[in-house]
């Protein structure tokens, strides 16, 4: 891990000398070089305290996070998300500029491991927003790490379209900026993309760069975790021979060195001869998985290693052990459980197993006083009605969680209604508008732009039959407004209604647009598009070229800003508009009306994307927009 430590002067005095940072610095590298994540810890806690002694902020910025990294090896989630949110008020004081959004990323990751993908995605997209604030379309390491990770959690969400589109800028920033092991991670999990889709082909074409960029930048953890994703592509095709190689090289490359990858590829090699009934070979390798899962607590892999154990154990006729397992595996189960529905199990097995003692009590009072029938019959008596009580109450249970279960359905059904029939009305009035503009542009082009045409065709006449008046200052006067007027005009029917949509691309069009502003003086617009605009229907095409006008008046109106970005990308599953500027900013939760932002809203909710603004005094203004493949061509 590169550092870039540095001193800097707090209450205009300097902190520290050349040679206190650069003792921190050799110990810092002196922690980030042990592999074990205790003794690794304990001379980070060093580093931090001397740091905090100097009052050397980048010290204790690179302490905390590097620290809260081991903690994550260890898979201490929790430790490790308490010790990134210490770091995040030292990220103003580091000299990483996205500092900031490393630490969102890095709190979303922890929960993305504990196996919170709604709460690690919210922090994903803090970071992203961070990201884009500190370094604007930069193709740093951070900004392909965040949309790996955002890949990664709606995959878990099983948004798939969604994922492979984050992969996919992943993958672009990742190449822009020649970042290999962020291209790597990209191509890796595209590959498992694919591989869950069944498309094998182009699994194995991703997984196969990242065996070769590892080979290439020497990092021997992607080319163990490569050739592993590779194996799994190939048990997926029913390769059964073909998987077991590159499994056999998965294990040989991370064995003592990557332990996780060690177990990942042992799993699937376990499962591969399983497949070719090479049965021996499959107990041995996934009874080794299933030692380095305990010392290393993966608890991801407990319930897989048992459950393929159980399976060769059936077929070897090793019923004992298969039993065994069995029960260890409900175990498993159970703890996988959620605490409501394991709260629930247990309510039902107290209540079993307490009619099951009330009826042994009963059987053995009967047994006792057989000469007292009365007794007897009064046992039995409260035995039923308890037998029958339970029995009710068990159904008034099964009857209520399925009347709630039928509520909650109508109820997210009746809000799918309600988000669908907001966007209809959403929808009407944006077509509304767009109607009311055309009528308005056409007017002015056809009436008012012809009459404007006759009057200067009569001043025209006039220098025929009277040259001598053409030489009046007051006639040309008339001539100049004249001819102002029409160009004013022509500029207010493009403006309200855009013909250069129907004879260009949307990019073409936006660029047309964003030179004409230009050319009024005063803003400098950098305009980047990447990707490709065809195929964009009309309606989509006129909402976002509107959307960027809004956009555009507002900075040229209210931002006093001299410089201005606006880009357009397009990959395989997103639509994104960013529009930037250099001018004054402001409030944004003082301002929720006005400068056309209810107008830009509308638009983006009538085309189902998703509208995010961010701004601060004196430091301008981001917009972020962002639309899914399916809104690009209805």
């Known amino acids: 891990m590169s550092l870039n430590f540095f001193a800097w002067a707090q209450n205009g005095s300097a902190i520290k000398s050349v040679t206190d940072t650069a003792t921190i610095n050799n110990l810092f590298h002196k922690a980030d070089k042990i592999l074990n994540p205790d003794s690794a810890i304990v001379l980070f806690d060093n580093v931090i305290q001397q740091s905090i002694k100097a009052n050397y902020g980048e010290g204790v910025f690179k302490g905390l996070m590097t620290k809260g990294i081991k903690y994550f090896e260890k898979e201490n989630y929790v430790r490790y998300r308490n010790i990134t949110m210490e770091a995040l008020p030292w990220a103003a004081r580091s000299a990483r500029k996205d500092a900031t959004a490393w630490c969102y990323n890095n709190i979303g990751e922890s929960y993305f491991d504990e196996g919170d993908y709604i709460r690690a995605s919210e922090y994903y997209y803090t970071a992203l927003r961070e990201q884009r604030k500190a370094m604007g379309d930069a193709p740093t390491h951070n900004a392909a790490n965040i949309y790996n990770s955002l890949g990664l959690v709606n995959m878990r969400l099983n948004q798939t379209e969604k994922a492979i589109g984050y992969f996919s800028m992943a993958q672009e920033i990742s190449e822009r900026g020649k970042l290999y092991f962020q291209l790597a991670e990209a191509y890796q999990n595209k590959g498992g993309y694919y591989i869950a889709l069944h498309q094998t082909d182009s699994a194995r074409k991703y997984l196969a760069e990242v065996v070769d960029i590892g080979k290439r930048i020497g990092k021997p953890d992607l080319v163990a975790n490569g050739n592993c994703d590779l194996g799994k592509a190939f048990i997926d095709a029913g390769a059964y021979e073909e998987a077991v190689k590159y499994l056999q090289t998965a294990i040989a490359i991370a064995r003592s060195k990557f332990p996780y990858i060690v177990v990942d590829a042992s799993y699937s090699l376990g499962d591969a001869w399983y497949h070719l009934h090479r049965y021996k070979e499959a107990e041995t390798i996934l009874e080794n998985a299933l030692h380095e899962v305990m010392a290393h607590n993966y608890k991801d892999y407990y319930l897989k290693c048992y459950t393929k154990l159980i399976e060769v154990y059936k077929v070897t006729g090793q019923y ?25 199990i247990n309510l039902m097995e107290l209540k079993y197993r307490t009619a099951e003692k009330d009826k042994q009590i009963a059987q053995g009072q009967l047994l006792i006083a057989q000469q007292n029938s009365k007794l007897v019959r009064k046992n039995i008596w409260i035995i039923s009605i308890a037998g029958g009580v339970l029995l009710l109450l068990l159904a008034s249970l099964a009857l209520y969680r399925n009347t709630l279960h039928k509520q909650r359905l109508q109820a997210e059904q009746i809000k799918w209604l309600e988000q669908e029939n907001k966007i209809g009305i959403l929808k009407a009035a944006v077509q509304g508008e767009d109607n009311e503009r055309g009528r308005i542009a056409r007017e002015l082009h056809d009436g008012i732009g012809g009459m404007l045409s006759a009057a200067m065709m009569r001043f025209s006449a006039m220098h025929h039959d009277d040259q001598a008046i053409t030489q009046s200052p007051a006639y040309k006067e008339a001539m100049d407004i004249l001819e102002e007027m029409g160009d004013e005009i022509r500029k207010t ?87 930037e500027d250099n001018g004054t900013g402001f409030k944004t939760d003082e301002v929720k009306h006005g400068l056309g932002l209810n107008n830009i809203r509308t638009r983006v909710s009538s085309l189902g994307g998703d509208f995010a603004l961010e701004s601060e005094g004196g430091k301008g203004t981001s917009v972020f927009i962002e639309f899914e493949q399916k809104a690009l061509h209805t």
């Open 320 to 344: 004992k052990k298969a039993m065994d397992y069995l029960d260890t595996v409900a175990v498993l189960k159970d703890s996988l459980m959620s605490s409501d529905k394991a709260k629930e």
């Open 493 to 579: 029917a493009h403006n309200l209604m855009p013909d250069v949509l129907l004879k260009q691309d949307l990019a073409e069009a936006v660029q047309h647009y964003c030179n004409t502003v230009q050319e009024g003086g005063g803003l400098q617009i950098d305009f980047q598009s990447y990707g490709q605009f065809g195929n964009l229907s009309e309606d989509f095409k006129l909402n976002v070229y509107r959307i960027i006008q809004e956009l555009l008046k507002n900075i040229t109106q209210h931002a006093q800003a001299s410089h201005a970005l606006v880009q357009l990308l397009r990959n395989e599953q997103l639509f994104t508009v960013t529009v």
